[in-house]
């Protein structure tokens, strides 16, 4: 029988099957996508049949899912059963699936192909990645096989990189320098401002005792605005980012944010990614392709290492904002690694520590670790893509970070 719990996501929610009063249609819809999640078999009760495309469906799903492996991956003549184990029929399968379901649907189920079938090895081959739909996932499983990837196919891995990436920087480059430039103006406030420069809504909103009701307006004995605009460099910001397995959508996210804030003159941007040894990407950061291509996925974690890296990058303590991301499952030496976040920030550090930075939910974290670095005020939280920006521009202004309520 279909595995129930990745073909119901697949094929969406519907209501069981019957009731009373129901739309003809409507049953029958029930009853159609009931068939297809439950996958056809005399114990599903629909009663359904399929023809045409629905069956043509249906028969890609039963090979994905055919089995009951319960999400596991599938070994020796259970995977067999499924997709085969030869990439022209892993292609075709692609195909398929791309012709019968959306982007948002294939995407799913490429993931669950490569975790159920265990089909990582063919995306070694050109033809493979050719037919595979992009996204930010398939990225990460590119860049764990970067290592043992022929020649013949890197040009293909990094196209299906490239277009990832150009993508997401379309999606997100305007809204965070937009939002960035904002904080940038706003943490070169005056008291003295010129008149172009008043930032008139926080100069009324101080002087409102100033309210003089007999001719309704506002007298401002202070004025408040923003710092002139300047070419110079306003902010330090350094990204450091764990590169071990579990970290790799946040590692795709994070050198394209890298990329973005490395192209805005008034932040001096440094990239920093670790396992047990660190190494600087600085110098690529104009190509965030190059970049990931620079990352190593996998092996162990010594944060305490990086961060000795990053505190020694440092030379304008109180206008650098330092950013970890990591699950904080420490390898080094938990102790040194509390004290150096203790110190970037008694030096004027803003250090920000976020557990993953995705659109893929809860991650999996230190919870003690976490714990301890709250207590020396560096809150460690789960953060999207689409809220990056709004940490960014409050860590520049020194406020409070809008940790989700979630976190």
Not at 156 to 163: E, F, I, Y
Not at 176 to 186: F, N, P, S, V
Not at 233 to 256: F, H, N, P, R, T
Not at 257 to 281: E, H, N, W
Request: charged content about 25%; aromatic content about 4%.
């Amino acid at each position: 029988m279909t595995s129930t719990a990745g073909a119901a996501g697949v094929v969406g929610t519907a209501g069981a099957p019957g009731g009373t009063k129901a739309d003809p249609d409507a049953v029958d819809e029930r009853l159609r996508r009931w068939r297809l999640v439950l996958g056809g078999e005399s114990a599903d009760g629909t009663g359904c049949a399929l023809g045409g495309r629905d069956a043509a469906m249906d028969q890609a799903l039963t090979s994905l899912y055919e089995g009951g492996g319960g999400g596991k991956p599938r070994t020796g003549r259970d995977r067999s059963a499924g997709l085969g184990a030869s990439a022209p029929s892993v292609a075709r399968w692609l195909g398929d699936i791309r012709t019968y379901f959306p982007s948002s649907v294939v995407q799913v189920m490429q993931r669950d192909a490569i975790e159920r079938l265990g089909l990582s090895a063919l995306l070694l081959e050109p033809e493979m990645l050719e037919a595979v739909e992009a996204d930010v996932h398939l990225v990460g499983t590119l860049l764990s096989l970067n290592k043992a990837m022929p020649e013949t196919t890197k040009e293909t891995a990094r196209a299906v990189v490239r277009k990832v990436v150009e993508d997401l920087e379309k999606r997100l480059a305007t809204r965070t320098r937009a939002t960035l430039t904002g904080a940038l103006d706003r943490s070169a406030r005056v008291n003295r401002p010129r008149h172009h420069d008043i930032d008139w809504n926080r100069t009324i909103a101080a002087n409102l005792k100033n309210y003089l009701p007999e001719y309704r307006t506002v007298v401002p004995e202070r004025l408040i605005g923003y710092g002139r605009a300047s070419q110079s460099v306003k902010k330090d910001v350094v990204l450091c980012i764990d590169q071990s397995g579990s970290m790799a959508a946040s590692v795709v996210y994070a050198s394209v944010f890298g990329a973005v804030l490395a192209s805005m003159r008034s932040i001096s941007t440094r990239l920093v990614v670790f396992d047990t040894a660190v190494v600087d990407l600085t110098d690529q950061l104009d190509d965030p392709v190059d970049v990931l291509f620079g990352t190593q996925l996998g092996g162990g974690t010594d944060i305490n290492r990086a961060l000795a890296y990053c505190q020694s990058q440092i030379t304008r303590p109180a206008e650098t904002v330092v950013v970890l991301i990591s699950d904080l499952y420490e390898g080094g030496i938990r102790d040194e690694m509390l004290k150096r976040v203790a110190a970037m920030k008694a030096s004027g550090v803003q250090f920000v520590t976020l557990l993953a930075l995705s659109d893929e939910g809860a991650p999996a974290y230190d919870r003690e670790h976490a714990a301890a670095l709250a207590a020396l005020g560096a809150p460690a939280f789960a953060c999207t893509p689409d809220l990056f920006p709004e940490v960014m521009a409050a860590a520049i202004e020194k406020r409070l970070l809008p940790i989700p309520d979630s976190a």
